[in-house]
């Protein structure tokens, strides 16, 4: 079982920047395709970024492209989330994800078959 901790949230005014990062700790994850997602307070956990097991597929939501970039070092076993011009709009709980070796897609939170507990991402205007 892989066990996912993200970390690297916090409080930061609009147009500020945030880097988040997720790990597994005694686990390797460098096989999956991974993901993160968010979560606001009232509304469903929506997709954010993903990038394949060698970092040459990624996929960004709408919303978010060309300010957030998806990375992954594998050596290190971690993934990374960098947000810049982060907006209002972006505050959330931010959860990464491995994909499920049976998904179908790389959009739904039904493609993913192991989370993490999330990080408070809060973005003041």
């Known amino acids: 079982q892989v066990e996912l901790v993200e970390s690297g949230g916090g409080l930061v005014r609009a147009g500020g920047s945030l880097r988040l990062s997720c790990e597994a700790p005694?686990?390797?994850?460098?096989?999956?395709?991974m993901g993160w997602f968010r979560q606001a307070p009232g509304k469903e956990r929506e997709f954010v970024a993903a990038?394949?097991?060698?970092?040459?597929?990624?996929h960004y939501a709408d919303s978010v492209k060309g300010r957030f970039t998806i990375s992954r070092d594998n050596a290190e076993n971690t993934v990374g989330l960098q947000m810049n011009s982060l907006k209002p709009e972006d505050t959330a709980t931010y959860y990464c994800?491995?994909?499920?070796?049976?998904?179908?897609?790389?959009?739904?939170?039904?493609?993913?078959?192991?989370w993490g507990r999330g990080t408070q991402v809060t973005v003041s205007s």
């Open positions: 990038i394949s097991w060698n970092g040459k597929i990624i």
């Open positions: 005694g686990r390797t994850f460098s096989n999956y395709n």
């Open positions: 994800a491995k994909m499920s070796v049976h998904a179908s897609g790389w959009f739904s939170t039904f493609d993913y078959d192991r």
